[in-house]
C-alpha cells in the first residue's frame, strides 16, 4: 500500500533533519536551526540517504508521474528506466549528471526524439523545486543505471532561486483549464457520460462537479488513462468508461483536460 504523501514527506524530513542537527551539534559555534523545507546544504549526507531522497521528490513534489514511469512504456513522456546509463551518450561531450541536470532545469534544450515539448523546468513554479531537491533528484536518475557522482556543486546556484521563499502548499500542474474544458466536450466527449459544473447533464458516469474536492489528482489523472485501473466507483456499471483517452489525447490535451478537471470543487 502506498502511504499518503504527507507521511512519507514527513518521515523523510525527520532524516534530513536529523542529519542536519548531528552536523550542526557537531559544530558548537553554528546554532541548530531545522530547514523548513528540504535542504542538504552543508549537511553531510549519504549517496543513499540523496538517492532516496530524489525518489520521494519523484515520486511526490516532482510530479514527474504526471508525465514519466519508470520501466513502462506508453505514457506521455519518455520512460526513465535506465536513464542514468543513457543520459551519458546522448548529448556528444556531455556527462551524464550534465545532461541529466540540463534535461531537469533546461527541458527544452535537447528534446528527446518523438516527444513534445511540454516538460515543465523543475525549479520553476509550479513544481519549484530548491537547489537541494534538484541535486538529490538528479542523483536518483543517475542511480538507474548509472554510478551517482553529483555534488552539489554541479547545479547552478541559480537553480531553485525562484523557489525561494516557499513552494504553494497546493499542488498545481501545467495545463490551461479553459482549453481542456474545450477538450471535455468536444474531443474527448467526456460530456456525453458526464456533468462537470456549468457544462454536460448525462447521468450514465457520476457528476464530476466536485471532482477535485473529493478526489487527489493522482487519482483523476490515473482514471482517465486506465479507468479500469483506478477502481469503478461504486453504483455505476464496470468497463463503460472507454479506456483509450491515453492513446486518443495528445499530451497537451491531457494535461488541459487534468487542469480543467481540477478546477471542479
Ligand atoms: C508535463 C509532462 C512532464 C513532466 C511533469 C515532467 N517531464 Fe520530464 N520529460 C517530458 C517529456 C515530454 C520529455 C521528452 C522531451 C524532452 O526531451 O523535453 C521529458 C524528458 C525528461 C528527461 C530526459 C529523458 C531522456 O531519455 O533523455 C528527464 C531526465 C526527465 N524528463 C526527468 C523528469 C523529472 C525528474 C521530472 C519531475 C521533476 C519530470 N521529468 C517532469 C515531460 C515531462
Ligand atoms: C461512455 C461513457 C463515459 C465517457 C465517454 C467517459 N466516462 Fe468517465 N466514467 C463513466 C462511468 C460509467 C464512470 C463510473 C464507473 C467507473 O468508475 O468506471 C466514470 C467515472 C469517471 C471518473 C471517476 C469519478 C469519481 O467520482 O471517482 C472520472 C474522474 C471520469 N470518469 C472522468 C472522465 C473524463 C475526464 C472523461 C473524458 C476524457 C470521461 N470520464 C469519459 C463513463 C464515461
Same mark, same amino acid.
Request: charged letters at 20%.
Given at each position: 500500500?502506498?502511504?499518503?504523501? !504527507?507521511?512519507?514527506?514527513? &518521515?523523510?524530513?525527520? /532524516? %534530513?533533519?536529523?542529519?542536519?542537527?548531528?552536523?550542526?551539534?557537531?559544530?558548537?559555534?553554528?546554532?541548530?536551526?531545522?530547514?523548513?523545507?528540504? $535542504?542538504?546544504?552543508?549537511?553531510?549526507?549519504?549517496?543513499?540517504?540523496?538517492?532516496?531522497?530524489?525518489?520521494?521528490?519523484?515520486?511526490?513534489?516532482?510530479?514527474?508521474?504526471?508525465?514519466?514511469?519508470?520501466?513502462?512504456?506508453?505514457?506521455? +513522456?519518455? =520512460?526513465?528506466?535506465? *536513464?542514468?546509463?543513457?543520459? +551519458?551518450?546522448?548529448?556528444?561531450?556531455?556527462? &551524464?549528471?550534465?545532461?541529466?541536470?540540463?534535461?531537469?532545469?533546461?527541458?527544452?534544450?535537447?528534446? %528527446?526524439?518523438?516527444?513534445?515539448?511540454?516538460?515543465?523546468? *523543475?525549479?520553476?513554479?509550479?513544481?519549484?523545486?530548491?537547489? $537541494?531537491?534538484?541535486?538529490?533528484?538528479? +542523483?536518483?536518475?543517475?542511480?538507474?543505471?548509472?554510478?551517482?557522482? %553529483?555534488?552539489? =556543486?554541479?547545479?547552478?546556484?541559480?537553480?531553485?532561486?525562484?523557489? !525561494?521563499?516557499?513552494?504553494?502548499?497546493?499542488?498545481?500542474?501545467?495545463?490551461?483549464?479553459? !482549453?481542456?474544458? %474545450?477538450?471535455?466536450?468536444?474531443?474527448?466527449?467526456?460530456?456525453?457520460?458526464?456533468?462537470?459544473?456549468?457544462?454536460? &447533464?448525462?447521468?450514465?458516469?457520476?457528476?464530476?462537479?466536485?471532482? +477535485?474536492?473529493?478526489?487527489?489528482? =493522482?487519482?483523476?489523472?490515473?482514471?482517465?488513462?486506465?479507468?479500469?485501473?483506478?477502481?469503478?466507483?461504486?453504483?455505476?456499471?464496470?468497463?463503460?468508461?472507454?479506456?483509450?483517452?491515453?492513446?486518443?489525447?495528445? !499530451?497537451?490535451?491531457?494535461? =488541459?483536460? /487534468?487542469?480543467?478537471?481540477?478546477?471542479?470543487?
Amino acid at each position: 500500500m502506498r502511504l499518503p504523501v !504527507a507521511v512519507k514527506v514527513g &518521515a523523510f524530513s525527520l /532524516v %534530513v533533519m536529523g542529519t542536519y542537527t548531528y552536523y550542526a551539534n557537531s559544530i558548537p559555534q553554528i546554532q541548530s536551526k531545522p530547514p523548513a523545507e528540504l $535542504s542538504l546544504e552543508g549537511g553531510n549526507v549519504t549517496t543513499a540517504q540523496l538517492v532516496k531522497a530524489g525518489e520521494e521528490i519523484f515520486h511526490t513534489k516532482g510530479t514527474c508521474e504526471i508525465c514519466h514511469r519508470i520501466g513502462q512504456k506508453g505514457t506521455r +513522456a519518455p =520512460d526513465l528506466s535506465g *536513464v542514468g546509463a543513457r543520459a +551519458a551518450k546522448t548529448k556528444p561531450g556531455m556527462s &551524464a549528471k550534465q545532461y541529466i541536470i540540463e534535461s531537469l532545469l533546461q527541458p527544452g534544450a535537447y528534446i %528527446v526524439e518523438g516527444y513534445p515539448n511540454i516538460m515543465p523546468q *523543475v525549479d520553476k513554479p509550479p513544481i519549484a523545486l530548491n537547489r $537541494s531537491e534538484v541535486w538529490a533528484l538528479a +542523483a536518483f536518475l543517475e542511480s538507474l543505471g548509472g554510478n551517482v557522482d %553529483v555534488t552539489l =556543486d554541479d547545479i547552478p546556484k541559480t537553480a531553485g532561486a525562484a523557489a !525561494a521563499g516557499g513552494a504553494p502548499a497546493e499542488i498545481k500542474l501545467p495545463g490551461d483549464p479553459k !482549453a481542456g474544458e %474545450v477538450i471535455f466536450s468536444t474531443k474527448a466527449g467526456c460530456i456525453a457520460c458526464h456533468k462537470a459544473g456549468k457544462i454536460g &447533464a448525462s447521468p450514465v458516469g457520476p457528476d464530476l462537479s466536485q471532482i +477535485a474536492k473529493i478526489q487527489t489528482p =493522482d487519482y483523476i489523472m490515473k482514471k482517465i488513462l486506465d479507468p479500469a485501473g483506478a477502481g469503478t466507483v461504486a453504483g455505476f456499471p464496470k468497463g463503460v468508461m472507454p479506456p483509450m483517452f491515453g492513446q486518443s489525447l495528445t !499530451a497537451k490535451e491531457y494535461m =488541459d483536460l /487534468v487542469a480543467f478537471l481540477l478546477t471542479l470543487k
